[in-house]
Nanobody, 127 residues
């Protein structure tokens, strides 16, 4: 079992930055492939960024590429999503997700592959 707890969301203005955190328990991040997903009102859940088990490979959705950085601190067993120059279209409920069944150091962008999910943290960007 893996438990995930997100934090760091809130209300920010267009152009500002924020950092989301996801603390894992039950497994170490070195055993997990991780992802940040988001779901805007009235829309489906989509990948924002993903990180491989070894931390070396990343994936970013085109709409956040160049503005987002996914990273981790293995000593704290915590995953991060740094979002810079945020836009109103970044407004969403952000979820951290993990999977244990991984092949090599792949990254996974499909939500159905992930077995464990946090409760989400709301990010609202005002214009």
């Amino acid at each position: 079992q893996v438990q995930l707890v997100e934090s760091g969301g809130g209300l920010v203005q267009t152009g500002e930055s924020l950092r989301l955190s996801c603390t894992a328990s039950g497994r170490t991040l070195s055993e997990l492939a991780m992802g940040w997903f988001r779901q805007a009102p009235g829309k489906g859940r989509e990948i924002a960024a993903a990180l491989s088990k070894d931390g070396a490979n990343t994936y970013y959705k085109d709409s956040v590429k160049g503005r987002a950085i996914i990273s981790r601190d293995t000593a704290k067993n915590t995953l991060y999503l740094q979002m810079n120059n945020v836009r109103p279209e970044d407004t969403a409920l952000y979820y951290c997700a993990a999977l244990t069944t991984v092949y090599g150091n792949s990254v996974y962008a499909t939500s159905s592959r992930y077995a464990y999910w946090g409760q989400g943290t709301q990010v609202t960007v005002s214009s």
